[in-house]
T-cell receptor
Framework: NAGVTQTPKFQVLKTGQSMTLQCAQDMNHEYMSWYRQDPGMGLRLIHYSVGAGITDQGEVPNGYNVSRSTTEDFPLRLLSAAPSQTSVYFC???????????????FGPGTRLLVL | AQSVTQPDIHITVSEGASLELRCNYSYGATPYLFWYVQSPGQGLQLLLKYFSGDTLVQGIKGFEAEFKRSQSSFNLRKPSVHWSDAAEYFCAVGASQGAQKLVFGQGTRLTINP
């Protein structure tokens, strides 16, 4: 298994440009999440999905869109990039078990984004 | 709302010395607690987790953590650190029933002196 994969590894954008960060997992996990990591702030949840066709907002959703058409993929879209979106983005996935609220999340290697 | 505080932004210890990284959480119910480690330029790797049961949890790489409900703490310990332990460490609490959301602390950067 490749686990959680993210592309690209690094991207430079100009303000106002759009792009999609890709995330895929081959573990048949139901849950997938996007986090951003900024210095001194840990990781903050952007959006998450509890299954194909179901998404919801996290702590910092503004400026980002997501969709989940398949179990494997969970892309994150920036419609009009802003310098404040310069960050490292991590995708994560986890499985579910009946009666268990929270399982271990497996993280991808991250995408480093610079918005000029 | 759930929150996690890691009071120490940066800690330096000598190789072979013991280590304790502090983590305090705020959560109304029984928390699900995690420690992750991030090496430079890498993703996050799970060190250990606490869901229920024994309050002393053993993890990988010789780490352990103790859940203390009375102190709302989940401190990470290692009896003797190695140079390869230099990394950033994140404590996290699982939030909201029925969803897979983590709330992270700010992280503690660990430097090892030779």
């Amino acid at each position: 298994n490749a686990g959680v994969t993210q592309t690209p590894k690094f991207q430079v954008l100009k303000t106002g440009q759009s792009m999609t960060l890709q995330c895929a997992q081959d573990m048949n996990h139901e849950y997938m999440s996007w986090y951003r990591q900024d210095p001194g702030m840990g990781l903050r949840l952007i959006h998450y999905s509890v299954g194909a066709g179901i998404t919801d907002q996290g702590e910092v959703p503004n400026g980002y869109n997501v969709s989940r058409s398949t179990t494997e993929d969970f892309p994150l879209r920036l419609l009009s990039a802003a310098p404040s979106q310069t960050s490292v983005y991590f995708c994560a996935s986890s499985y579910s078990r009946a009666g268990v609220r929270q399982e271990t999340q497996y993280f991808g290697p991250g995408t480093r984004l610079l918005v000029l | 709302a759930q929150s996690v505080t890691q009071p120490d932004i940066h800690i330096t210890v000598s190789e072979g010395a013991s280590l304790e990284l502090r983590c305090n959480y705020s959560y109304g119910a029984t928390p699900y607690l995690f420690w992750y480690v991030q090496s430079p330029g890498q993703g996050l790797q799970l060190l250990l987790k606490y869901f229920s049961g024994d309050t002393l949890v053993q993890g990988i790489k010789g780490f352990e953590a103790e859940f203390k409900r009375s102190q709302s703490s989940f401190n990470l310990r290692k009896p003797s650190v190695h140079w390869s332990d230099a990394a950033e460490y994140f404590c996290a609490v699982g939030a909201s029933q029925g969803a897979q959301k983590l709330v992270f602390g700010q992280g503690t950067r660990l430097t090892i002196n030779p």
